[in-house]
């Protein structure tokens, strides 16, 4: 048996529980709640795209931003996989070269 002093602290301890897990579920379902700040990814006039270990150029764009994860393939028939973007500068590694049939 429960004596009437420590079952007030139970009680109370049971209550202070049950109104702090109700109140997380309030502030994580609150659509009112603001939005986190995201910053927009800067978009620039052109990309270029080295090679990861050479720095070589292998390719200047305009058309749109490169993320990680793009492909290119080269005048060589080189296919690269775009792994690392740093402002306007995308770091390409080398795959494999594609053997096209003639």
Request: charged residues 25%; aromatic residues 10%.
């Amino acid at each position: 048996m429960i004596k009437p002093f420590n079952r007030w602290i139970l009680m109370a301890v049971i209550a202070v529980t049950l109104v702090t897990i109700g109140l997380y579920g309030i502030n994580r379902a609150n659509p009112w709640r603001p939005a986190p700040i995201r910053t927009p990814r800067q978009e620039y006039a052109y990309y270029r795209i080295v090679d990861e270990k050479t720095g070589k150029t292998l390719m200047t764009i305009s058309s749109g931003p490169v993320i990680i994860g793009d492909e290119l393939l080269t005048e060589g028939n080189k296919w690269y996989v775009v792994v690392k973007v740093e402002g306007n500068l995308a770091y390409a590694r080398y795959v494999k070269t594609i053997k096209l049939d003639e």
